[in-house]
Structures are given as C-alpha cells and as structure tokens.
C-alpha cells in the first residue's frame, strides 16, 4: 500500500507563501503523474496542480502565475510552492500520486487570512 506523508500547510496572511511537500512511500519515479488537489468547506475536491514523471507541468487557472509544482527525484519528495496566497486559497490540500491506481494523502490545511 503506498503512503503519501504531507507536511507544511498553515496559517498565513494574504499575499504570503507556504511551501507544502509530499514524501511517497515508494518512489516518485514509478508513478505516472503526481499532483495537488485541494477541497474548500462545501465544494468538491479540484486540481490545483500535477507534473508528470518527465516533468511536464499542468496548473489550475486559478493559481497559474502563484503556484509552481516541483519534483525532487533525490529527496523522493514533490513540492507545491505557493506565493501571493488568496483568501480563496484557504482548503485541505490533498497530494496524489497515480500510477495503476490513484493514491491520495491524508491531506494539510491552508488557512489565508485577509
């Protein structure tokens, strides 16, 4: 069973950063794509961002410009940097990694204060 370890949401002011990580259990090269999905109170889960085992990037359009997803294939991890963060940004933060099947995180709170 693959784990998927999330770490570095929390509290911070509008117009600021957080770097979120997500640590597999297995390595980042045998999944396929690995990703951030993200979940607001009363709304379904959508895609913030994904990057591909050779490196191609997709982003929401609502974080093109702020967000930059990155993988590090030494330190196993894959990173979502998040900059000029929106009060609108505030959601659990879900990391996904998919290889034969979708495996998901525990997920990590964002909270933007304004």
């Known amino acids: 069973q693959v784990q998927l370890v999330e770490s570095g949401g929390g509290l911070v002011q509008a117009g600021g950063s957080l770097r979120l990580s997500c640590a597999p259990s297995?390595?980042?090269?045998?999944?396929?794509?690995m990703g951030w999905y993200r979940q607001a109170p009363g709304n379904q889960r959508e895609l913030v961002a994904t990057?591909?085992?050779?490196?191609?990037?997709n982003y929401a359009n609502s974080v093109k410009g702020r967000f930059t997803i990155s993988r590090d294939n030494a330190k196993n991890t894959v990173y979502l940097q998040m900059s000029s963060l929106k009060p609108e940004d505030t959601a659990v933060y879900y990391c996904n990694a998919l290889r034969r099947y979708s495996y998901w995180g525990q997920g990590t709170q964002v909270t933007v204060s304004s």
């Open positions: 297995g390595s980042i090269s045998s999944f396929n794509v």
């Open positions: 990057i591909t085992a050779g490196g191609t990037t």
